[in-house]
């Protein structure tokens, strides 16, 4: 995991090259009128999803993980709690790794959470257990791009 600001990559200088494109790209290309959805930045290998969402309260959340892609969750606009854990993934409730590279569980070991703000980016590698959209006090909307990366491409 790797978390910083879009707006300060000095502070983050062991950001893979790729991960920093990525961000650059988004930084550059991505407004508050782009469509929601995917947009393709290196068609299946790097690729953009934006989303309008709603917060909601960390027991009503899953955790997820992925195995082929990395993420880079950021937020555009709004507040958003965001749990992680430092242990591997438990059981699964629910596995779509090979059709969709993503599976839930109930929720990470010994999870943690941190706050993101617009600007605020977070890097989960496959495996690292996450569970995106908590909210902070009271359920809000928030708008996010989330870059996948194929890890091929940052080994």
């Not at 009128?33 to 995917?38: C, D, Q, R």
């Not at 909307?141 to 194929?150: E, F, G, M, Y």
Request: aromatic share 8%; glycine share 8%.
């Amino acid at each position: 995991m790797i978390t910083g600001n879009i707006h300060h990559l000095e502070l983050v200088p062991y950001l893979p090259a790729k991960l920093r494109e990525a961000i650059e790209y988004v930084k550059q290309h991505i407004t508050a009128e782009t469509p929601l959805g995917k947009h393709d930045i290196e068609g299946n290998q790097v690729f953009v999803l934006i989303s309008n969402d709603s917060t909601e309260p960390v027991e009503k959340r899953r955790a997820e993980f992925h195995a082929k892609y990395l993420d880079i969750q950021i937020v555009l606009n709004g507040e958003e709690g965001m749990t992680f854990s430092n242990l591997p993934a438990g059981k699964t409730d629910t596995d779509w790794l090979a059709d969709k590279d993503i599976a839930f569980l109930g929720a990470g070991a010994q999870e943690k959470q941190f706050v993101m703000q617009a600007g605020d980016f977070v890097v989960y590698y496959p495996g690292e257990v996450h569970k995106p959209l908590c909210a902070v006090g009271a359920p809000a909307h928030v708008r996010k791009a989330v870059v996948k990366i194929d890890t091929a491409l940052v080994r």
